[in-house]
């Protein structure tokens, strides 16, 4: 089922805009002369670069929610040996982040940030956006003779480990991620890391700065940059895609394909001579 999103198609060259429209949306209308035509208007709609693009104000998180955070660094994502391990907790400007994803999915950043009142406190923010416990998400399973398929809706369930354990059982574990809001920096630039719908709704219910996991990384692969965001020369130019564009009316909107995340397990059994 399609959901309402925004897009930065507008930043993207025609013929990758035109794929990006056809595929990842649903188009009122597909064919490639209108898909153009969409692109030219999305590129209009950006708007001059934001001056301060990679550079948002970064403030402490008050004093008075340190009990808070010291319980959210006893949990095992910032234990030694993780890669959280070392972090920092901030306030960071919402609008100048580098957004290197393509799309906000309206309707589930309304679902995250629906408990947040306008402007946000502090609490519920940090309740939304370093929640102390991940959120347990539905899923279905659909077993084989050898084999069994595991689908669920949010993309935050994922296969965590692989291999033998305990012994006794050889497979995959799988759980909900953490769905932190994370922001990284760079070659002194900053970008949005991880959620983008809370940090999307967050905006919108009038919160300029969001608390944050805050972390320097020594490389793009660091930051998140892959083939299915914006490259690195786009986001390091004088007119990157930020949150802004998102956040103030300079995306395109468009109808979202649905996705959902499969884990497939199989296995079998065979007698083989050992020569």
Sequence with gaps: ????????????????????????????????????????????????????????????????????????????????GNVLHGSTFQLVEIDPLLAYQFTVDIERSLHHCAALTHPPTIDELLMCCLPMAAISKPFNTY??????????????????????????????????????????????????????????GARLAGATHIPCIFRDVADHDAVGLHDGTFPAALLESGNPPTLAHFTGARAHPVRLRSH????????????????
């Design 1 to 80: 089922m399609p959901t309402d999103g925004l897009s930065l198609v507008g930043f993207m060259p025609q013929p990758q805009a035109i794929h990006h429209l056809a595929n990842a949306c649903v188009p009122a209308n597909p064919n490639p002369a209108a898909l153009a035509a969409d692109w030219t208007a999305a590129t209009a709609k950006l708007g001059a670069a934001l001056p301060n693009a990679g550079q948002p104000d970064i403030q402490p998180i008050p004093a008075v929610h340190d009990p808070y955070l010291q319980r959210l660094l006893a949990q095992p994502p910032f234990q030694p």
């Design 143 to 200: 077993l084989g003779q050898a084999s069994m398929i595991l689908k669920a809706r949010s993309l935050n369930v994922r296969a965590f480990d692989r291999g033998m354990f305990n012994g006794e059982f050889m497979g995959i574990t799988f759980g909900v991620s953490q769905p932190y809001v994370h922001v990284v920096r760079h070659n002194n630039r900053c970008y949005l890391h991880n959620g983008i719908h809370r940090t999307y």
């Design 260 to 275: 959902s995340r499969y884990l497939h397990v199989s296995w079998a059994e065979y007698v083989l001579p050992d020569e």
